[in-house]
């Protein structure tokens, strides 16, 4: 007798997470796996994350600890998940996503799909022919200092899918791991890193 899941997650969109996530790229996580060696085995993988993402039984590992220089001075830290959180992650944005992409602001192109840094150059040269002035402003730590509390209650506003909201919550969670192999616990704020753009033709099932 199958016993039914209780989280809807289609097969076919961690296929397709899986797909985004290879085009990106990307160095391994704290497990040292790349997206090579995780293709030797790349049906039973793919399967453990379907079933544990189904089961409500996934937790993600720590986030590697990447430390980059910023041009200004000072460093800038970026954490690198492993090649099945990504994939896993990229699950939930292929769910999450439509449903917020449309109450973003025309002229938001950060992490967007379908708008680059390109397209931010190409508006702004646009205007420069019809303003004499510019606002630049810059929120230090935005990344860093993102109250998880708050965060949650924007996601809950466009959500009541529990296990998107139960993963998010588990991301955000996800402690830091150092070189030296120190975890750090995440109290607030959220790992940097890009996210692969998806195909909007493409939606989950």
Same mark, same amino acid.
């Given at each position: 007798? #199958? ?14 997470? =899986? ?6 790229? @990307? ?12 293709? $030797?085995?790349?049906?039973? #993988?793919? =399967?453990?994350?379907? #079933?544990?993402? *189904? *089961?409500?039984? =996934?937790?993600?590992? /720590? !986030?590697? !600890? ?6 200004? @001075? ?9 090649? *099945? ?14 449903? !917020?992409? /449309? ?5 938001? &192109?950060?992490?967007? /799909?379908?708008? *680059? ?13 019809? =303003? ?34 139960? &993963? ?11 070189? $030296? ?20 033709? #493409?939606?989950?099932?």
């Amino acid at each position: 007798m #199958n016993k039914t899941k209780p989280y809807k997650i289609s097969k076919q969109t961690v296929w397709q997470a =899986y797909k985004l996530v290879k085009s990106n790229k @990307g160095a391994p996580g704290i497990d040292d796996e790349s997206l090579q060696h995780f293709e $030797d085995n790349l049906k039973d #993988n793919l =399967y453990k994350i379907w #079933n544990r993402m *189904s *089961s409500g039984s =996934y937790f993600p590992p /720590p !986030v590697k !600890v990447v430390e980059i220089p910023k041009k200004n @001075g000072g460093i800038r830290i970026l954490g690198v998940p492993t090649v *099945s959180d990504r994939i896993a992650q990229m699950t939930a944005k292929l769910y999450f996503e439509p449903l !917020v992409e /449309p109450h973003f602001h025309p002229d938001s &192109y950060g992490y967007r /799909p379908e708008k *680059s840094a390109i397209d931010a150059v190409r508006i702004t040269r646009e205007r420069c022919w019809k =303003y004499d002035w510019v606002l630049e402003f810059d929120i230090k730590g935005l990344f860093d200092n993102i109250e998880h509390e708050l965060l949650m209650k924007a996601v809950k506003k466009h959500t009541d899918n529990k296990w998107i909201i139960l &993963y998010i919550e588990r991301w955000l969670k996800a402690p830091f791991q150092k070189k $030296d192999g120190e975890l750090v616990e995440r109290i607030s704020g959220t790992p940097q890193g890009r996210p692969p753009k998806k195909d909007p033709k #493409n939606t989950p099932r």
